[in-house]
């Protein structure tokens, strides 16, 4: 397969956030391309941990079987002298690997594994991937962009993309070629990345450990590894600008100061890769240029620690799929497109600020004093975030994010989750939702629902309906409260599964109404 002269949306990087883009672009419809300067995802041990929320995306691509790997077993970290040494400090990491706020748990597979899977799947729904394609120029124009492709071979060709998504990491050329500056406190920490092949087992002695801070005289050092225990990353301190602290990692010093590290023999311990690596903190100060965007780490650098990182890329790549789709295939404004920074900026220096705030409080890195800030639990953070629904100037929900137990379907929240019951199987409200607008209803609303749904199709507005009580059965009589509403109310959601409107009671609404807020929150072009 020959990479093509033109596409409708054009990926760039092939990591896990441009391959889920691809995957929910191609699962609706959307003519999609990717290009990857790798010729195979990177086997580096990267992310290890995904919440239910990341989880819950891949649910609707049917892939939830596939990635569930259950993390209970890795829940403490800990300061040691070595790994199968003197414990100086350990504490238990909060955890959300099962929580009634979802259908799904967390999963502690490896990000080279999951990439695997989506990409698999993104290929399967139709997505064109050219790995071993190098991005060489990329310019936009008003009715997309003009990209310049060479592959492996060197031959090289012009590709037009009627829009454009950098999903090329934190060092992302199209960023640069779009001129879109960064925020934010910058580079931290420069380490050197060095990935060991090793079995962990008995130096580890049975301790649920998901890493570590190695503190011994002149080394200062972060460990981490898979969960099946027998690939380690080592990240030692270093001077980037000392040209002779960095020669010192050679193969033969990384495999001893692995082994004074771990505290194990040289000889059961191979170093496989050695990479200068930054840990940094900052988002970008822009998501776009006219049909081109950015997401995952090409618009935000998150301190390890939480695991932010992924899973806020795959939400971004989530967010603006289902937009694009919405415009090219649904007929909604290119306005509609605005409101992927409106939405996903504030989720986005949320991530970045929490992310940091765990750095401040569980290492000794020295941090500005507005770092040092309350932390938010990761359920609160994962699935409890706010959009700015309805887009006014200055119209960020404060707090940006709630903890769910005091959520209950407030408009621009994720839709909570209660167990239904259809035609006798058993599926989570979230199951309605991905494929256009869902409205759901309670039994009294049952012949509104139905006129609004007709109103719907007469203007040619992708909507399916629910009564909650009739077509579907609710078992544990929960959709009312969990979803803040009378028998006579309704809730409008949308394909991400995020609240755009609900009304209490529809006695004080018209169908009519419906329209309104359709054309307010962009979702339908006006007349």
Not at 68 to 76: F, Q, R, V
Not at 96 to 102: D, L, N, V, Y
């Amino acid at each position: 397969m020959s990479i093509p002269s033109s596409c409708t949306v054009l990926i760039v990087g092939g990591g896990i956030v441009g391959l889920t883009a691809a995957a929910f672009l191609a699962k609706h419809g959307v003519d999609a391309v990717l290009v990857e300067r790798r010729s195979s995802p990177s086997k580096r041990l990267r992310a290890k941990f995904f919440y239910p929320r990341t989880i819950e995306l891949y649910r609707s691509l049917g892939i939830e079987p596939e990635i569930a790997t259950p993390s209970g077993m890795l829940t403490d970290a800990a300061i040691v002298h070595s790994l199968a040494g003197e414990e100086i400090r350990r504490w238990t990491l909060p955890a959300i690997e099962g929580t009634a706020a979802s259908p799904c748990v967390a999963s502690s597979i490896k990000q080279q594994d999951l990439e695997c899977i989506v990409r698999d799947t993104a290929q399967r729904l139709g997505a064109r991937l050219f790995f071993d394609h190098a991005l060489t120029a990329l310019d936009p124009y008003p009715d997309g962009a003009i990209a310049t492709v060479r592959s492996g071979d060197g031959t090289e060709t012009t590709l037009h993309a009627d829009y454009a998504i950098g999903c090329d990491g934190n060092k992302s050329m199209v960023r640069d070629r779009l001129g879109i500056r960064t925020e934010g406190l910058g580079d931290l920490v420069h380490s050197m990345s060095i990935t060991l092949r090793c079995d962990i087992r008995d130096a580890l002695c049975g301790r649920p450990l998901s890493f570590a801070w190695v503190r011994q005289a002149g080394i200062n050092a972060f460990l981490s590894w898979s969960t099946d225990l027998t690939s380690v990353v080592l990240s030692v301190e270093y001077n980037p600008m000392d040209a002779d602290d960095a020669a010192r990692f050679t193969p033969e010093n990384c495999r001893s100061l692995a082994a004074s590290c771990l505290g194990m023999p040289p000889d059961r311990i191979e170093v496989v890769d050695i990479h200068p690596w930054c840990l940094s903190s900052w988002y970008a100060d822009s998501f776009r240029k006219g049909r081109v965007f950015l997401a995952g780490d090409a618009i935000h650098s998150t301190p390890p620690l939480g695991g932010f990182g992924a899973n806020t890329g795959i939400h971004d790549a989530h967010n603006l799929a289902l937009k694009l789709v919405s415009v090219i295939r649904h007929g909604a404004p290119d306005s509609l497109l605005d409101l992927y920074e409106v939405e996903r900026g504030p989720v986005v220096r949320l991530a970045v600020a929490q992310a940091t705030a765990r750095l401040a409080q569980r290492s000794d890195v020295r941090l500005p004093l507005e770092a040092l800030q309350p932390v938010l639990d990761e359920e609160t953070i994962s699935m409890g975030y706010r959009y700015p629904i309805l887009p006014h100037a200055g119209n960020v929900p404060n707090p940006i994010a709630v903890p769910l137990r005091n959520l209950h379907a407030e408009p621009g929240t994720r839709a909570p989750h209660i167990w239904l019951h259809r035609d006798g199987v058993r599926l989570s409200s979230l199951d309605l939702f991905g494929d256009g607008l869902v409205l759901l209803a309670g039994t009294d609303a049952a012949d509104w629902c139905r006129e609004a749904e007709a109103l719907c199709q007469q203007h040619e507005i992708p909507m399916s309906s629910h009564v909650v009580g009739c077509d579907v059965k609710d078992p544990d009589a929960l959709f009312l409260a969990a979803y803040g509403i009378s028998a006579s109310g309704v809730v409008l959601v949308r394909s991400d599964g995020f609240v755009l409107w609900k009304a209490v009671r529809t006695t004080t609404f018209s169908e009519e109404d419906l329209l309104t807020v359709l054309v307010n929150t962009r979702e339908v072009r006006s007349e």
